[in-house]
């Protein structure tokens, strides 16, 4: 095979060698060209035009700072006297944890829980069961502006189902090419337990120089785990049953949970807002301020009323859902969540909170 080599004009007229290509050089006619510029062009502009009509439909939201729903003042010196419990381990350990993101993720400079207990051992108390009073004496002692107080509640469920699954099994059965071997889908129940664990924490503020309440707030942390059992249980009970305790690591689950939950109150944070929900309070300086201020009785109704609007929209009904599980109402939330999660399964912002959902 013989090499030839091309000769062009360049724009000097000059003659420039291209590099060797195997066979002939065809020279394209002087009318290709202008057509695939006009054709590049074409489709550039297509794709400007294209990208341009793709963002006027992509879905957009706003991150809303919203202040402390426990709103104290930057420079407050606070301590924790206590969170009261019958169960003293997960008290000391969810105050442990509150105490850590405090002091980490809020402006409030808080006191040494070790300043707390040796104020404390002076007065005669029990522990678990700390009053409103004896917190306020012991804030006296330590000069603080704030003490914070909380009383928990738990409750341990379990619930006893079966589900059915399959396994594959081997037959051997001989055949005159040697054994022939068969394999088949078996169903069978498997029985399993749900655990599940549901801590409230009623946490208070209370002000040192006047034993005024300075805030109070409900939040709950609640958490399932799925146990697969050995063998089936006969005659089990119908139904939730509460139990006096649960696997170890679901509780301690549960108090991480809440303990962030708790922090949250505290300190600053964004809530999503789409922008549905922006157009609707246009002009309406009252329904912002409610959100800017963490009025969430006044966002929820603003929500409610714009799901009934357009039940069909999934991000008014995620919204909504946070909006009741800022307000405590789990419940609610949870239902919200559930009609977003069918309404819009693929909306970014409802896919990260199924992700995050126990």
Request: proline fraction near 6%; hydrophobic fraction near 40%.
């Amino acid at each position: 095979m013989r090499i030839r080599t091309a000769q062009f004009i360049s724009r000097y007229g000059q003659k420039s060698p291209s590099p060797p290509t195997y066979g002939s050089a065809v020279r394209k006619p002087d009318f290709i060209m202008p057509i695939q510029k006009a054709i590049s062009r074409l489709v550039l502009f297509v794709s400007f035009l294209g990208m341009f009509a793709c963002a006027g439909t992509q879905p957009v939201s706003y991150l809303v700072p919203l202040p402390p729903v426990m709103n104290l003042s930057q420079t407050s010196s606070v301590a924790i006297v206590g969170f009261n419990s019958e169960n003293l381990r997960l008290a000391s350990q969810l105050e442990f944890l509150f105490s850590r993101l405090l002091r980490a993720d809020s402006t409030v400079v808080l006191t040494e829980s070790v300043e707390v207990l040796r104020a404390l051992s002076r007065h005669a108390f029990t522990t678990g069961d700390i009053s409103d009073s004896l917190a306020l004496v012991v804030g006296r002692e330590l000069g603080v502006s704030a003490v914070l107080s909380a009383d928990l509640l738990t409750r341990y469920t379990e619930e006893y189902s079966e589900q059915k699954r399959f396994r594959t099994a081997a037959g051997y059965a001989p055949s005159s090419g040697g054994t022939l071997i068969r394999l088949s889908e078996i169903a069978y129940q498997e029985p399993y337990i749900d655990q599940i664990v549901t801590i409230t924490a009623v946490i208070r503020a209370i002000d040192v120089a006047t034993g005024h309440q300075i805030g109070a707030d409900r939040v709950v942390a609640s958490d399932t785990l799925h146990l697969v059992l050995p063998t089936k249980v006969e005659n089990p009970p119908q139904g939730q049953i509460e139990v006096p305790r649960v696997t170890r690591k679901l509780l301690d689950r549960t108090v991480v949970d809440l303990s962030r939950k708790l922090r949250d109150r505290f300190s600053w944070h964004t809530v999503p807002v789409t922008r549905f929900f922006a157009e609707r309070v246009k002009g309406s300086g009252t329904a912002m301020d409610h959100i800017m201020s963490g009025n969430w009785d006044s966002v929820r109704a603003i929500y409610e009323q714009a799901v009934k609007d357009t039940p069909d929209n999934p991000r008014a009904w995620n919204n909504l859902a946070i909006a009741y599980e800022q307000a405590g109402l789990i419940d609610l939330s949870k239902e919200a969540f559930n009609q977003a999660r069918r309404l819009g399964p693929d909306v970014p912002e409802i896919r990260m909170n199924r992700a995050q959902d126990p």
